[in-house]
């Protein structure tokens, strides 16, 4: 007897391979009109336009300019969320690719074209189930993930992430040849804190210093205490990262200073990390402050939390993705320290992040990069990824 698993894993491969052409047609226009922030209004009107064609109802404006769909089975179920993000970055693009960015400044150098594309090849693929669906799949386009003011807060806040049982969302990897998948146990990205310090002396002649305080001093001795954190009060296997990117102070060579600026960006792979790192940074400015004699003003401003994977979904994950790819898919532990807004979602329920590699033979790529080019075939893996997933665990 011919498996049905078997036979939803080939129907979801020929379906993803019959589209993808359109596919890849869609990303190349979304990459030749990138958009930042919340301004993807174009992109909006795209994917709203290509859901509308499937028979879908979406709903725009969701966020300010995100797009929601929700397909629902024929019997009532759980609802998973799967997002992808449609923003792009201020980058020159250098590609020279003949469907490069039209628009002076700015590229889709992280793949959310890539991501955008995807998602609507989910869509179009888990339409044709829904008689066999028990739940909704609720597929969100998100604007705003590369920038401060957090699309996926917008969004969360305009409601979509009420009722949600599961969040599952993908990102592109061009460590990964393309076509392949990763899954990550823990964190796979950090959270993104950031600090102001103004440490505030007391002006006074450089040939006088009893006459004054120092604040330049004070700044010195605080970051290398700040460092201390990281490597003598956390556990080396929780590693984080404490990083102090500018610092101002003074405008001469003989005056000493009345104040001296310090910046910088905390990340860390846990709440617990995170937590005890935000205490240690506000004891230590007291610290130096008190035996330098000095004040300090701190002002450290969370931004999104890291993006824990739920290890309960991951161990339903692996074997249904290792059953549509055909080889073993295992979830391993994440070395990036970089940042993601779906960490917002995946506070309010279980969720997971799926890298799709887009690795293209013979070249070195990197996210973030004006000579990013991605390997489409990610799309159709993507697409198959997603699809079988929203499948499975809604069936």
């Known amino acids: 007897m011919t498996d049905l698993k078997d036979v939803l894993a080939r129907d979801i491969s020929a379906k993803s391979v019959s589209m993808e052409a359109h596919l890849i047609a869609i990303r190349r226009d979304i990459h030749a009109h990138p958009e930042l922030g919340f301004d993807t209004i174009r992109t909006a009107h795209i994917v709203e336009h290509e859901l509308l ?72 693929i888990v339409a044709q189930y829904r008689s066999q669906l028990k739940g909704t799949a609720r597929l969100i386009f998100q604007p705003a993930e590369e920038t401060p003011e957090s699309g996926a807060e917008a969004m969360i806040a305009d409601g979509v992430a009420e009722g949600v049982d599961l969040a599952i969302t993908l990102h592109n990897k061009p460590e990964l040849a393309a076509g392949e998948i990763a899954l990550t146990r823990g964190a796979s990205t950090a959270s993104s804190d950031e600090f102001d310090v103004v440490v505030h002396g007391k002006s006074t002649h450089a040939a006088r210093p009893h006459m004054g305080t120092d604040p330049i001093i004070a700044a010195a001795n605080l970051i290398s205490q700040l460092q201390t954190i990281i ?150 893996a993507g697409t198959q990824a997603l699809a079988r997933l929203a499948i499975d665990l809604l069936s």
């Open 231 to 380: 490597s003598r009060e956390l556990d080396p296997a929780h590693s984080a990262v404490l990083t102090i990117g500018h610092i101002h102070g003074g405008s001469t060579h003989n005056i000493i200073s009345d104040s001296c600026l310090i910046q910088g960006t905390v990340r860390a792979k846990s709440p617990e990390s995170r937590a005890h790192i935000e205490h240690a940074f506000k004891r230590i400015c007291a610290g130096v402050a008190l035996s330098l004699n000095t004040r300090i003003d701190v002002n450290y401003q969370r931004g999104v939390p890291p993006l824990m994977n739920d290890d309960a979904l991951i161990d339903v994950l692996e074997p249904i993705l290792s059953h549509q790819f055909g080889k073993p898919i295992v979830a391993k532990p994440s070395a990036s320290f970089g940042a993601e807004d779906f960490s917002l979602f995946t506070e309010r329920a279980p969720g997971c992040q799926i890298h799709i590699g887009s690795g293209a033979p013979g070249r070195d790529d990197h996210l973030h990069n004006s000579d990013y080019q991605p390997d489409e075939r990610s799309i159709h």
């Open 53 to 124: 064609r499937l028979g879908l109802s979406p709903q725009t404006g969701v966020g300010k300019t995100g797009v929601v769909v929700d397909i629902v089975g024929e019997q009532p179920g759980k609802t998973i969320l799967i997002r992808a993000d449609m923003d792009a970055l201020p980058i020159q693009e250098q590609t020279g690719l003949p469907f490069s960015s039209t628009y002076p400044g700015k590229m889709h150098a992280c793949g959310h074209d890539i991501h955008t594309a995807t998602l609507l090849g989910v869509a179009a």
